[in-house]
């Protein structure tokens, strides 16, 4: 299993960032994915999940109504458009497939939110 996260980057307050998600090494359509995030010093969080088929989501909600998971089975991509970014999203964001018995993690890509 293999998820590479890119996209990240400086924003300011009110402004957009997509982030994606690259997953190999597995059927991607099978499996539900999830976005996590941890700020310094905090434990790191789920943001939101979707279904292998992307027709399910949830979300934290801290992101309700800004922040939006998506996926392209065909592309093995997972997604997540984040909008309306206040400074309290400033974290690191994990792609992740979450099984019963553990969770794969991607390395994360640093979003930080500041004027």
């Known amino acids: 299993v293999q998820l590479v996260e890119s996209g990240g980057g400086l924003v300011q307050p009110g402004g957009s960032l997509r982030l994606s998600c690259a997953a190999s090494?597995?059927?991607?359509?099978?499996?539900?994915m999830s976005w996590y995030r941890q700020a310094p010093g905090k434990e790191r969080e789920v943001v939101a999940d979707i279904s292998s088929a992307g027709g399910g989501t949830n979300y934290a909600d801290s992101v309700k109504g800004r922040f939006t998971i998506s996926r392209d089975n065909a592309k093995n991509t997972v997604y997540l458009q984040m909008n309306s970014l206040k400074p309290e999203d400033t974290a690191v964001y994990y792609c992740?497939?979450?099984?019963?018995?553990?969770?794969?993690w991607g390395q994360g890509t640093q979003v930080t939110v500041s004027s």
């Open positions: 992740a497939r979450r099984d019963p018995l553990r969770i794969f």
């Open positions: 090494g597995f059927t991607f359509s099978s499996y539900a």
